[in-house]
């Protein structure tokens, strides 16, 4: 569990020095610069050590290599000794000619990844963005609970950019002069990206982190590349390969990061493992072919350093998908190693710089991979998988699509004992009494709602979703148009009603040991997933069958995970989570002993990547909504999928 944000204490992180080989010698740990007293944790720290920059040693190499290997580095422990000798040159030169000279003495152990927006007033008015630093560091010995630390902040970035970005497009469609701030009409992803940076809600500015960037897992997807600048995963929106300028190296030679491989080449060789990826430059606008030769400059010469000094390179692919605004998402697919680099002929006749890189075992499966496996799974599934199978659909068409049971562990064939119910079934009293006064009432639009309508006026003047179905920000109770409403089954403001739109998948979990449900494709962060299914109980009923050994789920114990959904304070500070339309205490519950769907085999986390919305449509009755399941963020094809069923009944009845 992680503490309260009063006593939260960002975790001891220890930074080796870059050196050429890591495991021929040995080196003294690096660690950031001196935070607040009140986030130090001393009980959680190791030893460590004292700040030192790296500063690669001067190369003797010619500016222009036609071939460099990483093996052509013959002794490493001289080249390594010499660099602690023309370090220590560079430091002195530095203090005599500045200052403020650079001071290496020990801080205490916190990388300053996130800022903290409650701490301090975020100016609504635009200020200067503090330059990236070009100093270097690499992340190593995080602890399980640096991990989990680093994970949240990640995470919670990513829903303040997804919750900006949702709410910028909406305030775009209304068309009321927005943009009139800004001179210009600028992309939401952009605009998002950039009120974030100006408010200092980027990550990772303050460090140049060589490696893993904590926090991002192997495999996570992105829509846009302004994201993975908020991130620093890769600090370029635009350039295929991010890297520190020569200008702000600290010997004067540039060093590369990170690339992302998208294609945009003709001699690009991309088989997964190995990659064969050519330079920047020689094309001109929009061109895919090459017009001039390249040269060994800039993000080039940066990636033929890192080959000699051994530096490890995060890998970005870029694959092409309807589902992003960009006609591409974006696949964080790992750490690789530059092993070759050499100048040759392109397929266009001109000369291109060209780089081997492999990729660094014992990582988690590529993101781009799992992409393909699951595309493969959605058409021949048994050429992929031959065993495990125990159904292809457990719904019998009941869903839109086909939920598959897939069991390679054990014998375990509980799910196909329970009868599939894709809607739940609600007493007679939701539909009857005083609290079901209006159920005959509905807009009476003739088109796609608007905002002045009867439905908007229910929602509070706003509608959840954006024209595209996904859930702008979430609500305590959401009134999607019903079965007395004239708008057409296109009306933006039916989403959850319309049933499951994924393709997907219960299956025994590894990890966990029980059922667990996946994706075979890609959801993007607030759409519809599916919602509980079962017999719904009165509180009555709910006390008398929980006494009994009933498997119950009860909606009313869900954390309000929705809030966190389109929340935006961290950028601006006047937001405050909406508080209507208003619902009451639940005390119902829905009983899944032998009606059930694929929402009760969720699995239970502290941390979810999706979250109940309660919604209503067929009836009015606040004490009887809907549970409906939507995403908190985006969730790679095959990733399992997990909800805070909060505190109660344990929810291990619901999957074992």
């Avoid at 330079?279 to 080039?300: A, I, S, V």
């Avoid at 490890?312 to 960009?326: A, C, F």
């Avoid at 780089?355 to 058409?379: D, N």
């Avoid at 006494?547 to 929340?567: A, S």
Wanted: include cysteine.
């Amino acid at each position: 569990m992680i503490p309260s944000p009063s006593q939260q204490q960002p975790p001891a992180a220890l930074f080796p020095d870059l050196n050429l080989d890591l495991s021929l010698v040995p080196f003294p740990k690096i660690e950031p610069k001196t935070e607040p007293a009140d986030h130090l944790c001393p009980t959680e720290m190791g030893p460590v050590g004292p700040i030192e920059l790296f500063i690669p040693p001067p190369s003797s190499s010619p500016s222009v290599s036609p071939f460099l290997d990483s093996s052509s580095v013959e002794d490493k422990s001289a080249l390594f000794s010499e660099y602690l000798r023309l370090a220590g040159l560079f430091a002195a030169a530095a203090s005599s000619a500045d200052q403020n000279p650079i001071s290496i003495v020990p801080a205490p152990p916190n990388l300053p990844l996130d800022t903290d927006p409650s701490s301090s007033a975020i100016s609504a008015s635009r200020k200067k963005r503090k330059a990236r630093s070009a100093e270097m560091v690499r992340a190593s010995s995080l602890s399980a609970s640096d991990l989990v630390h680093y994970r949240d902040v990640v995470r919670r970035t990513r829903i303040t950019y997804d919750s900006l970005r949702a709410f910028l497009l909406r305030e775009e469609e209304k068309g009321d002069g927005f943009d009139a701030n800004w001179g210009k009409r600028m992309r939401p992803d952009l605009k998002a990206s950039t009120l974030m940076a100006d408010r200092d809600l980027w990550l990772n500015r303050d460090r140049r982190i060589i490696g893993s960037i904590p926090g991002v897992r192997v495999g996570d997807v992105f829509l846009l590349r302004a994201e993975l600048c908020v991130l620093g995963l890769h600090g370029l929106p635009q350039a295929g390969i991010d890297y520190v300028p020569a200008s702000r190296s600290a010997n004067g030679e540039p060093i590369a990061t990170s690339i992302i491989v998208s294609g945009g080449y003709e001699d690009d060789e991309d088989s997964g493992l190995m990659l064969v990826y050519t330079g920047q430059g020689g094309r001109g606008p929009n061109m895919f072919r090459h017009c001039t030769d390249q040269k060994l400059e800039g993000g080039n010469l940066a990636l033929e350093r890192s080959m000699n000094y051994g530096i490890e390179i995060r890998v970005i692919r870029g694959i092409k998908s309807r589902q992003s605004p960009g006609g591409k998402i974006y696949f964080y697919d790992g750490l690789y190693k530059i092993v070759n680099s050499w100048m040759d002929v392109g397929k266009s006749g001109f000369g291109i710089c060209k780089y081997k890189l492999l990729r660094i075992e014992g990582q988690e499966e590529m993101g781009s991979e799992i992409l393909k496996l699951a595309e493969e799974l959605k058409v021949n599934p048994l050429s992929v998988r031959p065993t495990g199978y125990l159904s292809f659909d457990i719904s019998m068409g009941k869903e839109n699509f086909p939920v598959s049971l897939f069991n390679n562990i054990d014998d375990d064939q509980a799910p196909l004992l329970f009868q599939y119910l894709a809607r739940p079934v609600f007493p007679a009293e939701a539909f009857q009494g005083k609290a079901n006064a209006d159920a005959g009432n509905g807009c009476e639009c003739i088109s796609n709602c608007s905002a002045g309508c009867y439905c908007a006026k229910k929602n509070g003047g706003h509608f959840a979703y954006d024209a595209n179905g996904f859930l702008v920000r979430g609500k305590p109770v959401i009134y999607e148009c019903g079965p007395s409403c004239r708008c057409p089954p296109s009306c933006p403001n039916r989403v959850s009603q319309k049933g499951v739109k994924q393709r997907l998948e219960v299956f025994r979990s590894n990890e966990t040991g029980s059922w667990g449900v996946r994706s075979l494709d890609l959801i993007l962060a607030g759409t519809f997933i599916c919602e509980f299914s079962g017999i719904v109980l009165t509180g009555q009923q709910t006390e008398i069958l929980s006494t009994k050994g009933h498997c119950l789920v009860h909606p009313g114990q869900f954390p309000g995970r929705w809030v966190e959904w389109g929340d935006i304070s961290d950028v601006i500070p006047e937001y405050v989570s909406p508080n209507f339309p208003f619902l009451p205490r639940l005390n119902f519950s829905i009983d899944v002993s032998k009606s059930r769907n694929v929402a009760c085999y969720l699995s239970h986390s502290s941390r979810p990547n999706v979250f109940a919305q309660f919604v209503l449509y067929d009836h009015n009755n606040l004490l009887y909504p809907h549970a409906m399941i939507f995403a908190m963020e985006n969730i790679p094809p095959l990733r399992e999928l997990s909800i805070d069923y909060g505190v109660g009944e344990p929810v291990e009845k619901l999957t074992m």
